[in-house]
C-alpha cells in the first residue's frame, strides 16, 4: 500500500513529463509536415501560373507523367533496371576489393605507410575526368558505367577500412596472438568487430559515390539508358516526365542509401 | 616512432611511383596496350608542351577557375546563412535540419540536365551545379556547429549587451568555426569535382570539356595532358587547403 503511494506521484509526473515530450516531437513532425507540403503547394501554384511551362512542371502533372509515361513505357522501365543493376554490380565489387584491399594495406605497419598516402592522394584527384577515358577503354555500354561507379565507390571502403584497423586497441592484438590465434581468427575475432563502424561509414559513403559515378557515366553516353531519356524529355522541353524520371531515380537513390543504413543498424546493434 | 619506419616507407612509394612510370614508358615503346588508350610518355609531354603554349589553354583554364570560384562562393554564402537562419530557435533547428539532410541524401546529378535547361550550356549552369553541390555540406555543418554552441556563452554575450552580428561576429561564429570549416573544405572539393563534371559531361568551354573534346576527337596525347594538368592542380589546391587549415586550426 505505502509502496504504491509512493510511486503513484512519482509516475505521474512520468507520464506528464512523457506527454509534453511526445507533444513536442509531435509538434516538430507536423511544422515539418506542413512546411514540405506547404512548399509543394507553392510549387504547384507558381508552376501553374508565372513559371515557363517548357522548363518547369507542377507536382500534379509529375505524379500524372510517372504512371502514364514512365512507369508505363517499357523501354525507360528497362532503362531504369539497368541503372539498377549497374549500381549493384558497381557497389558490390567496389566493397569486395575494398575490403580485401583495406585489410592487405591496413595489416602491416609498413605497408599502410607506405601505402596509404598513395591511396589517399588518388582519392583527392576528381576523378570525372577519366570518364571519358573510361568509355574509351570500355566502351559505351553497362561495363564502362560499372567500372566508374566501382573506381568511386571502392576508395571509400578501402580508406574507411584501412581507418578503422588502426583504431583496434594493439593490447587486444597482442592478447589474441599471445593466445595462439591464427591471422584469419584475429581479423575474424578481433579486428573485424572494432572496425565495424568505421567499416560502414565507408559502405555509406561507397554507396553515395557509387551511384554518383554510374549516374555520371549514364549522362556522359547519352545513347542509351537513363541518360538518354533524360537528355530527350530535355531536349523536347517536356519537363513532367523529365521530373518523373528523375524522381524516380532519386527514390531508387534514398531506398539503397536506406538499405546500407539498415544492415549497418543490425551489425552494430551489439555495442550499444 | 614515424621516424624510425619511414625511410622504407618512402623507398617503397618512390618504388611504385618508378615502376608506374617504368611501366608507362615501357607500354608506348612496345605498344602492349594500344596507344588510343595509353599514348607514350613523350607524346603526352610533347602535347602538354603544346597546349600550354595555347590562347586556349589559358581561356580554359580561367573559365574553369572562375566557374568554381563563382560557385564556391555562392556555396559559402547561402551555405552559411541558412545555417544561420535555421538555427536561430531549437524548434527550427529540429524541424528543418533532417529537411536539409534528407535533400542531400538526393544524388544532385540527377538533376543535371535540369540545370542545363534552366541556365543553358554555358558556364552558369556549371556554377549553379556547383553551388548546389558545394552547399549542402557547409550548410549542415554550419546548422551542426551553430546549434552545438554552448548556450553560456550565448547568455553571456546577451548579459554584456552584445547585438546579434555582435555575437554572431564574435561569439557563434568563433565557437562553431571548427566545425563550419570542416564543411568548407569538404564543400570546396565537392564543388571542384562538380564544375569539372558537370564541363564533361555538357559544356562548350572549360577543362572539363576540352578532356572530352581530346577524347572525341581521338587525341589521347592532348586529353592526357589535360587529365595530368588536373590531377597536379588537385594534389596542389589539397596540400594548400590542408595548410590553410593547419593554420586557421592552430591559432
Request: charged residues 10%.
Amino acid at each position: 500500500m505505502s509502496l504504491t503511494q509512493t510511486e503513484l506521484p512519482q509516475s505521474r509526473a512520468m507520464a506528464r513529463q512523457f506527454r509534453r515530450r511526445f507533444e513536442r516531437a509531435a509538434q516538430i513532425v507536423w511544422t515539418r509536415r506542413l512546411l514540405v507540403f506547404g512548399g509543394l503547394m507553392i510549387w504547384e501554384l507558381w508552376a501553374r501560373t508565372s513559371a515557363n511551362s517548357e522548363l518547369i512542371a507542377p507536382p500534379s502533372a509529375i505524379v500524372r507523367a510517372l504512371f502514364s509515361d514512365i512507369l508505363s513505357d517499357s523501354a525507360i522501365r528497362g532503362a531504369i533496371a539497368l541503372t539498377l543493376f549497374e549500381v549493384v554490380c558497381a557497389y558490390a565489387l567496389a566493397v569486395v576489393v575494398g575490403l580485401a584491399m583495406g585489410l592487405a594495406i591496413g595489416s602491416t605497419n609498413l605497408s599502410r605507410r607506405s601505402l596509404f598516402p598513395i591511396i589517399l592522394l588518388l582519392y583527392a584527384i576528381p576523378q570525372v575526368i577519366l570518364l571519358p577515358l573510361f568509355t574509351l577503354g570500355f566502351g559505351i555500354g553497362p561495363a564502362a558505367k560499372i567500372a566508374f561507379g566501382f573506381s568511386h565507390g571502392v576508395f571509400p571502403v578501402l580508406v574507411n577500412v584501412v581507418a578503422g584497423m588502426r583504431n583496434v586497441n594493439p593490447v587486444f592484438l597482442k592478447a589474441a596472438r599471445s593466445m595462439g590465434a591464427r591471422r584469419s581468427d584475429i581479423i575474424r575475432d578481433v579486428t573485424f568487430p572494432h572496425m565495424v563502424e568505421s567499416f560502414f561509414t565507408g559502405l555509406r559513403l561507397a554507396m553515395t559515390m557509387t551511384l554518383l559515378g554510374v549516374i555520371l557515366a549514364e549522362l556522359y553516353v547519352s545513347t542509351a539508358g537513363v541518360g538518354y531519356f533524360t537528355k530527350l524529355f530535355a531536349e523536347t522541353f517536356d519537363p513532367a516526365p523529365l521530373f518523373a524520371l528523375i524522381g524516380t531515380l532519386a527514390i531508387m537513390a534514398i531506398g539503397l542509401n536506406e538499405l546500407v543504413r539498415t544492415i549497418e543498424r543490425r551489425f552494430t546493434r551489439w555495442k550499444n | 616512432m614515424k621516424a624510425t619506419s619511414s625511410l622504407p616507407a618512402r623507398a617503397i612509394q618512390l618504388g611504385f611511383l618508378a615502376s608506374l612510370m617504368a611501366a608507362w614508358f615501357i607500354i608506348g615503346r612496345t605498344g602492349a596496350i594500344s596507344p588510343l588508350f595509353v599514348p607514350p610518355m613523350e607524346a603526352v609531354w610533347r602535347a602538354f608542351i603544346g597546349l600550354v603554349q595555347t590562347n586556349l589553354f589559358w581561356s580554359a583554364v580561367g573559365t574553369t577557375l572562375m566557374t568554381i570560384s563563382r560557385a564556391y562562393g555562392i556555396a559559402i554564402v547561402t551555405g552559411i546563412l541558412i545555417g544561420y537562419v535555421v538555427t536561430r530557435s531549437r524548434f527550427l533547428t529540429q524541424v528543418l535540419e533532417p529537411i536539409v539532410s534528407g535533400l542531400f541524401a538526393i544524388p544532385i546529378t540527377l538533376f543535371f540536365p535540369l540545370f542545363i535547361l534552366l541556365f543553358g550550356i554555358g558556364p552558369a549552369s556549371k556554377v549553379a551545379y556547383g553551388a548546389a553541390y558545394g552547399f549542402f555540406p557547409i550548410a549542415l555543418n554550419t546548422i551542426v556547429g551553430l546549434a552545438g554552441v554552448n548556450s553560456h556563452y550565448l547568455n553571456a554575450a546577451r548579459s554584456i549587451g552584445l547585438s546579434s552580428f555582435g555575437t554572431f561576429r564574435h561569439v557563434l561564429f568563433p565557437a562553431a568555426f571548427p566545425v563550419i570549416l570542416t564543411g568548407l573544405r569538404i564543400g570546396f572539393f565537392i564543388c571542384f569535382a562538380s564544375v569539372l563534371a558537370g564541363e564533361t559531361i555538357s559544356s562548350v568551354s572549360g577543362v572539363g570539356r576540352n578532356i572530352a573534346l581530346a577524347a572525341e576527337l581521338m587525341e589521347p596525347a592532348r586529353m592526357y595532358a589535360w587529365i595530368v594538368v588536373v590531377i597536379a592542380t588537385a594534389l596542389v589546391l589539397n596540400t594548400l587547403v590542408s595548410m590553410i587549415e593547419n593554420r586557421m586550426r592552430g591559432h
